[in-house]
């Protein structure tokens, strides 16, 4: 069974540039999460979709950040313009269902450095 | 608000040696609490989890037991491999959402 896809694996650009993140989780998988991880932290929770609903998204930086996922499967996360602070790991996750068994299937995750 | 305290790492043992990561955690409420691993060039995986105090999870040789009257969760092996070397995150979940609090990572380093 393929596992959390996640692409591109690194990406490097200029502050103010756009880059968008691609996920496709597990087959069956209906909720979607996207995490941000800092250098030498854990990751932090930006926004999780049941089905195309997003149903948390209080850490979102909304400014700057958007992500959708058409038809509660793929997802896309965008940064729009980036910041030097946005250079991290963003780790998409997915998991059957919603029951809070914390059983999260991540990806290996898309290394941003902002220049 | 919630958190979780990891030991530093790196973690650097021999083979065969005996492993214990600390975890420490603050909740507001009852929370479940996990060890993730992630080997690497691959992404977090669960290791093992236990739900309620003095439940012990495990897993590949690995154990925790949840202490709620310490608030730990500590990791432990009895005698690890080359193959354990990996990054191992401590985490709790409270609430509905799968919503979970990481802590930073320890770094376990196994060498021959």
């Known amino acids: 069974e393929a596992g959390v896809v996640q692409s591109p694996r690194y990406k490097i650009i200029e502050k103010k540039q756009p880059v968008a993140f691609w996920c496709n989780p597990i087959?069956?998988?209906?909720?979607l999460y996207w995490y941000r991880q800092n250098l030498g932290q854990g990751p932090e929770l930006l926004i999780r979709?049941?089905?195309?609903?997003?149903?948390?998204d209080s850490q979102l930086p909304k400014d700057r950040f958007s992500a959708e996922r058409l038809k509660g499967v793929d997802s896309t996360l965008k940064i729009q313009p980036a910041e030097l602070g946005d250079s991290a790991v963003y780790l998409c996750?997915?998991?059957?269902?919603?029951?809070?068994?914390?059983?999260?299937?991540f990806g290996e995750g898309s290394r941003l450095t902002v220049l | 608000g919630n958190s979780v305290t990891q030991m530093e790492g790196p973690v650097t043992l021999s083979e065969e040696a005996f492993l214990t990561i600390n975890c420490t955690y603050t909740?507001?409420?009852?929370?479940?609490l996990f060890w993730y691993v992630q080997y690497p060039g691959e992404g977090l995986q669960l290791l093992l989890k236990?739900?309620?105090?003095?439940d012990k999870g495990s897993n590949k040789g690995f154990e925790a037991t949840y202490r709620k009257e310490t608030t730990s969760f500590h990791l432990e092996k009895g005698s690890v491999q080359v193959s354990d070397s990996a990054v191992y995150f401590c985490?709790?979940?409270?609430?509905?959402?799968?919503?979970?609090?990481f802590g930073t990572g320890t770094q376990l380093k196994v060498e021959l």
């Open positions: 996750a997915s998991s059957f269902r919603t029951g809070d068994t914390g059983e999260l299937f």
């Open positions: 087959s069956g998988h209906n909720t």
């Open positions: 979709y049941e089905n195309e609903e997003a149903v948390d």
């Open positions: 909740a507001t409420g009852y929370p479940s």
């Open positions: 236990a739900t309620k105090a003095d």
């Open positions: 985490a709790l979940l409270v609430g509905g959402g799968n919503k979970l609090t």
